[in-house]
């Protein structure tokens, strides 16, 4: 029973590095995500145009949506490590956050909204956000009524299924009432385990199992995946498409220029911030 707990704390400690370098390198990020602006800057002579099949093209033609991820909110505890603390953010600072969203006219949106807006230019909210909470900690339904409802807000809950019903994770019916109240449900793996270091039958164990599992408990299809720590290769893609994922969700790094749809961007958004700093950084990432 232990195991899965070990992986994902001995994980977490490893991404924390590399995430909280990607908070604070999101204007880079940005420029190299831009695939024309990188081959005008790199090429010593013209080159052939990337081939991007049409829903690719579409979605880099799109200006990114905000994404904001979120995993546990609650207070600091002494023994939280620096790199652990990028993914708690105290709960009066994430209310500050979302009532900073609310007060500048952001509207929340869903993953389908998103992937009819970049596929099929659908129209959107004009200041539009998309609110993340990752492995399904169970503070995370309690936040979502306490400071999300009251502002009408609607998130994606990206869930570890290994964890449903464990303490500090929220219950299979937990899970439900957000599906039911409007919220997204998506898949995180079965115990998060890195997505790079998946053969065989480790896609049927960490995708298509948990997959039914989600679905029976809310349902409704599950068709939208995070990678833990945000790590991906193309390799994973078509095995996200054959098991009927239809976007998948990264961090703050570079897209893929031929499945932007697999490789969304989102940015942790960490306890330090204020609502203020939470607004300017919305602007310069995305
Ligand atoms: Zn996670």
């Known amino acids: 029973m232990k195991n899965w707990w070990i992986s994902v704390s001995i ?42 099949d049409s829903s690719a093209t579409s979605v880099f033609n799109r200006k990114q949506i905000p994404i904001l991820c979120y995993h546990q909110i609650r207070p600091y505890k002494p023994d939280d490590s620096p790199t652990a603390k990028p993914y708690i953010v105290p709960p009066d600072v994430f209310k500050d956050q979302m009532k900073a969203l609310h007060d500048s006219g952001y509207q929340t949106i869903l993953p389908d909204q998103l992937r009819n807006y970049l596929l099929s230019g659908e129209e959107l909210p004009e200041k539009s956000v998309l609110i993340s909470f990752d492995d399904g900690c169970d503070e995370q339904f309690d936040v979502t009524k306490e400071v999300l409802d009251p502002y009408k807000m609607k998130a994606a809950y990206f869930i570890m299924t290994v964890a449903i019903n464990r303490p500090n994770y929220m219950k299979a019916e937990q899970i439900k009432a957000l599906s039911d109240e409007g919220h997204s449900i998506g898949l995180h793996t079965w115990d998060h385990n890195n997505v790079k270091k998946y053969q065989g039958e480790d896609w049927v164990k960490q995708i298509e199992k948990p997959k039914t599992a989600l679905e029976k408990i809310i349902g409704k299809p599950v068709e939208h995946f995070a990678y833990p720590f945000g790590l991906w290769n193309p390799e994973a893609i078509p095995q996200l498409k054959t098991r009927g994922m239809k976007s998948a969700f990264i961090l703050s790094t570079t897209r893929d220029q031929n499945d932007p749809m697999y490789t969304i961007r989102r940015i942790i958004v960490p306890g330090t ?14």
């Open 11 to 52: 994980c977490m400690a490893a991404a924390g590095l590399s995430a909280c370098n990607n908070v604070q390198s999101t204007t880079d990020t940005k420029v190299q995500d831009k695939p024309s602006a990188k081959a005008v800057a790199v090429a010593p002579a013209p080159l052939p145009a990337p081939k991007l």
């Open 273 to 286: 911030w204020t609502g203020t700093q939470l607004l300017t950084r919305m602007q310069s990432s995305f």
